[in-house]
């Protein structure tokens, strides 16, 4: 540990040790760049320890719990016990693997890692805050900085985080028993995976929303599929409701909200707020530097990830919806390549995005609606899942596959699919997208029998006016 | 930043535009969504609201261009880099995002329709290597789909920074190939841009836009075009293995080609690796080939020269004799639908005559009335109530033929066209549940709807949704005609002009105001008995306007 101030340099400084910030980091050190990597907390950031990973640990072991417990009809009888601690700890090893698998891959590449908080104390210098008494600080100047700070819960003012009764996304992830009963503010993504992960594992799960619908950046056909099965799982929502105001109520609480029809309140002995994120700025002492944040607290940035200022880069989270992990990857590599004045930009066609409740939720590019605003005639294939054959065999049947592509020149333009696996089934669409396949380039390949990723195949087919098995 | 608008597809999925006007100038400053100019297609006339904020560079067509959609119609300079604002980054999504990085520096990506670029990243990558835009590079993949080579091929022949026709001929000529390669470059340039237009995008350009925009993109095309032939001489190829992507392998059936024998340089794995270019230099040169037999065998010199230029279509024209206008737009779009109608629904005309002395004389008496409220009562008011009025009577009229399903439609809802002759041709706007509406209201409606056809400022929708159709030819003169239905209408009812004509009444030849009606009718649908029943209640109820009362 380095005590009191000692200036060293780097030629690429990053802030940040999750997926923006790693891959950035590993990237540059790739290409001989001399790089540091400062983490104030813990790599693999949001991601690896409180977001994607841990989620889909808990979205994958309650699974298995409910397939078991729920296959009477394929001559299957068990009654399965969720033991919570055990599924968390579980989750923790994972999430351990993971993160020290990330540290070795930068020490690997040959990054410095340092830890502690940094922060700006110029155009050209940051300092390194260690916590905790006496630690002292340590300046490092930079040729080019990358920031990486990524995001974090918004809090509804009322509904701080206490970890007691007022949840965040992380604090859940790491509930040692299940709780009796939760009320989940937020029906995006996340509170969706949540409603559905806990619904699973036996608490009585009621979802409060404000819109009219859950997941509203999806379409309404899509949107259905996975708030029916919610439903069936025994997953309460109520839309048009806002959370205004909570009180005690024994070991649980007692949340007001207000509708069109009044006020009501909601009993539970948890609530999980989950009502999105925001970027973390407020960490880097930005006034140091003439980066100005937008009016929702991004750092603007360019195709090649710039911010204002020539040398300083943002990527992940803090530059800009959507926030999600591959997005940050992509940015960071991306970053790190412009430093290394490689030809890099972020030039991608469609960013893909998952969700992960049950079924699954994968969407890429364009819809209809926009192909339409965007100037093409679109052609659009449908598969429903029913009419799948591994659908069926994997027990279900639930969703579609939907392909969007240009009736012109046959590009394909985008997908929505909501059903099992959707997650995977949608890196087949991304890659057409990219590769500026035409519909003719995806029919004419062979897809394996019986599998999900047939069920593209016959969209795509459909959309060219040729599905056989639909 | 030089920001390249090309021309959206301003209407529901239509092909092409023509400029009507332009509402800037080169070095004007403009505000995104300013209206740049106005595009005619062959639905309606529509803005052209600007896209980006900043300055005119260049105006890529003239007033009375054709321009496909997809073309480069103007080029903006834009005020700054782009920098994700607060809105631009959070609204969600991957195009707003790719919106904006299209503005950011040097990355030589502008968005193509919807900020979508047609090329594999490693051809973006490479674009950006070579200092190539992109999105000016014409693709010559499947569907239009830019590859390697085409980058190459713009990188050498100036890249996107100038299509400089003069320059890039020159280039093939300092190649080191002998004269005769210099010589077929610039003989074939012209013809070949046509001819390969066509071929390139398939039925989406019809051959008179190839020839009436004899574009950038097609002088580009064919200059690359010309260049490649100068460097490969295609020889047949014979090969066991040939790799190729699927939609490669299309192109070769529909070209005929031998996958095996597609001459290539590229490997894969070892093998040769054929991609859509080298299945159409190919082509072409078969092509040119048969050709040149032929010329040998019919001993006509030019016969080569014959063949390329009956396909442009320039040999036509003769000068001063005759001149030819474009048949596209509105006139265009009229002309597609009365063929419809005529070559669908085989038509019958029935003619008669109101004699409305006492429909002349309520108009007068309540013409001022009208005037009071604003709205000036002409005769064609009377005649829509009387329409609806026997339309109810016999609802036959107001059906469509579903022939898909084998069904007539009744629509229990009077929605009436009314026949507008305006300065760009007939436009049928549509006045919606007449039968609900009074004299005035309807007056009203009609007036606002046929004056703003004539202004070129309806919506589509104001087109749509008819039942029964009106055209009122009489006002310009005439007694008779033979309308054609507005289909998928069934039925078209035309008015002559009203006139004193002699009548017989009481046996004694009398002037009267009379009305000439005609009414043309879907035969397959409606029977000639049902036409004049129709026919005699409309006069019925011009002759008595008090019955209109009842309505
Ligand atoms: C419950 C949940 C589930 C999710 N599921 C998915 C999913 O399935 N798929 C998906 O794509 N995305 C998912 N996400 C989103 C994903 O986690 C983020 O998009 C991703 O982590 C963003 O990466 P980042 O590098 O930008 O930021 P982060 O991962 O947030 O990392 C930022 C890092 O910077 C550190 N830091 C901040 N300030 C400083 C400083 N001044 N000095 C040093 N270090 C600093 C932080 O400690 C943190 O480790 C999920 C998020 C949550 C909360």
């Known amino acids: 540990m380095v005590v009191g101030d000692v200036t060293t340099g780097t030629e690429l ?17 790739q290409l001989d760049l001399d790089v540091t990597l400062v983490e104030k907390d813990a790599y693999g950031g949001t991601c690896l320890n409180h977001g994607c990973i841990p989620s889909k640990a808990l979205v994958s072991a309650t699974d298995v719990a409910h397939a078991a417990g729920s296959a009477e009809h394929m001559g299957v009888h068990a009654d399965p016990a969720i033991d919570m601690q055990g599924m968390v700890s579980w989750k923790d090893k994972l999430v351990r693997t993971l993160t020290k698998g990330v540290e070795h891959l930068c020490s690997d590449a040959g990054v410095n890692l340092i830890e502690g908080r940094a922060e700006f104390a110029g155009h050209d210098t940051a300092r390194v805050v260690h916590d905790g008494e006496g630690e002292g600080s340590e300046s490092i100047s930079f040729e080019h900085a990358i920031i990486a700070t990524g995001s974090r819960p918004i809090e509804i003012p009322g509904f701080e985080f206490d970890g007691e009764r007022i949840l965040s996304s992380r604090q859940v992830l790491s ?17 969706m995976e949540l409603a559905t992960v806990f619904q699973k594992v036996g608490t009585d799960v009621t979802v409060l929303e404000q819109l009219p619908d859950a997941l509203p950046t999806y379409e309404d056909d899509v949107t259905e599929v996975v708030r029916d099965r919610a439903e069936e799982l025994g997953v309460d929502f109520h839309f048009g409701h806002r959370a205004t105001g909570w009180e005690e109520d024994g070991d649980g609480l007692l949340v007001t909200t207000e509708s069109d029809d009044g006020e009501e309140t909601f009993a539970a002995e948890k609530c999980l707020v989950a009502v999105g994120r925001r970027p973390v700025t407020e960490t880097l002492n930005l ?46 590599e991306v970053a790190a390549e412009v430093v290394a004045d490689e030809p890099a930009a972020l030039d991608y066609q469609a960013m893909p995005a998952a969700v992960f409740t049950d079924p699954e939720i994968g969407s890429v590019g364009m819809t209809e609606a926009e192909a339409e605003d965007a100037g093409f005639t679109p052609a659009v294939g449908q598969m429903p899942l029913r009419a799948s054959g591994r659908a069926l065999t994997v027990d279900d049947t639930d969703g579609f596959v ?48 019986p599998t999900l990723s047939e069920a593209v195949h016959e969209a795509v087919k459909g959309a060219a006016g040729r599905s056989i098995h639909y | 930043m030089a920001f390249e608008f090309e021309l959206p597809d301003v209407g529901e999925g239509v092909a092409e535009g023509e400029l009507v006007e332009w509402h800037v100038a080169v070095g004007d400053h403009v505000a995104e969504d300013e209206v ?136 093939v000529d300092e190649s080191d190939s002998p004269e005769s390669v210099a010589s077929t470059a610039s003989d074939d340039t012209e013809p070949k841009a046509a001819v390969s237009k066509v071929s390139d995008d398939g039925d989406a350009t019809e051959p008179e836009s190839a020839v009436s925009n004899v574009s950038d993109d097609s002088k580009r095309s064919a200059v690359r075009k010309a260049s490649d032939t100068g460097e490969q001489r295609p020889a047949a190829a014979d090969r066991e293995k040939t790799l190729a992507v699927p939609a490669t392998r299309k192109l070769a059936e529909e070209e005929g080609v031998e996958m095996d024998a597609v001459p290539t340089e590229k490997t894969q794995d070892g093998h040769a690796f054929v991609e859509p270019e080298d299945i159409r230099t190919y082509a072409e040169a078969q092509q040119a080939t048969q050709q040149q037999e032929a010329t040998a065998v019919s001993e006509t010199a030019t016969a080569g020269e014959a063949t390329t230029e009956a396909v442009t279509g320039e040999a036509a024209v003769a000068d001063g004799e005759v001149t030819r206008e474009p048949y596209s737009g509105i006139r265009r779009s009229i002309g597609q639908h009365m063929e419809e109608s005529v070559y669908t629904a085989p038509h019958a005309t029935h003619h008669d005559t109101a004699v409305i002395d006492e429909l ?50 009744y629509r229990h809802f009077y929605n009436i066209g009314v026949a507008t002759a305006t ?122 306007p008090t019955l209109l009362l009842l309505e």
């Open chain 1, 287 to 332: 006034d140091e530097t003439d980066i100005e944040t937008t009016e929702n607290g991004f750092i603007g940035t360019d195709s090649k990830a710039r911010t204002d200022i020539e040398h300083i880069f943002a990527v992940g989270d803090v530059a800009g919806e959507p926030m999600l992990a591959h997005k940050a990857f992509k940015e960071g």
């Open chain 1, 13 to 29: 400084l990053v802030i940040g040790g999750g997926p923006g910030g790693y891959v950035a980091a590993i990237r540059g050190a």
């Open chain 1, 175 to 191: 509930l040692e028993s299940a709780p009796d009963s939760m009320l989940v503010v937020g029906g995006g993504y996340i509170g």
């Open chain 2, 423 to 544: 300065e760009a041709g007939l436009m049928v706007p549509v006045v919606d549940a007449v039968d609900g509406k009074s004299l005035v209201e309807i007056a009203a409606e009609t007036a606002d709807l046929t004056e703003r056809a004539r202004e070129r400022d309806l919506a589509r929708e104001e087109m749509q949704g008819g039942t029964f159709s009106i055209t009122n030819f009489g006002a310009i003169g005439g007694e008779y005609a033979t309308p054609i239905i507005n289909y998928p209408e069934t039925a078209i009812l035309g008015l002559g002009s009203i006139e004193q004509r002699p009548v017989v009444s009481d046996g004694e030849v009398v002037a009267a105001h009379t009305l000439p009606l005609s009414l043309s009718i879907d035969h397959r649908v409606i029977d000639g008995a049902e036409a004049a029943g129709f026919v005699n209640t409309v006069i019925e109820y011009l002759e008595n």
């Open chain 2, 360 to 409: 002349v004389a309520t108009r007068a008496e309540l013409k001022p009335r009208a005037q009071q409220r604003g709205v000036s009562l002409t005769y064609l008011p009377f005649v829509m109530k009387a329409v609806v009025a026997a339309l109810k009577e016999f609802p036959v009229l107001n059906t469509t033929l579903d022939e898909d399903n084998e069904e007539v439609v």
């Open chain 1, 402 to 449: 939907r392909v969007v592509a240009d009736a012109e020149s046959g590009f394909v333009l985008g997908g929505q699919i909501v059903g099992p696996d959707a997650s995977e089934m949608v890196a087949e669409l991304a890659l057409a997208i990219e590769m500026g396949a035409t519909l003719e380039d995806v029919a004419a390949t062979v897809h394996i029998h």
């Open chain 2, 36 to 171: 740049l100019a106005d595009v005619e297609t062959d639905k309606s006339i529509v803005d052209l609201p600007s896209p980006v904020t900043g300055t005119i560079a260049e105006l890529h067509a003239e007033v009375g261009d054709v321009v496909p959609v997809g073309d480069v119609v103007v080029t903006i300079d834009t005020d700054a880099e782009v920098n994700g604002d607060a809105d631009e980054t959070t609204v969600d999504a991957e195009t707003e995002r790719e919106g904006e990085d299209a503005g950011g520096e040097d990355s030589g990506e502008t968005p193509a329709s919807g900020g979508r670029v047609f090329a594999p990243p490693h051809v973006r990558r490479l674009a950006r290597e070579l200092g190539v835009d992109v999105t000016s590079v014409a693709g010559s993949g499947p569907g239009g789909r830019v590859t390697e080579q085409d980058v190459r091929a713009a990188a050498s022949t100036g890249g996107s920074d100038d299509d400089d026709v003069a320059s890039a001929v020159s280039k």
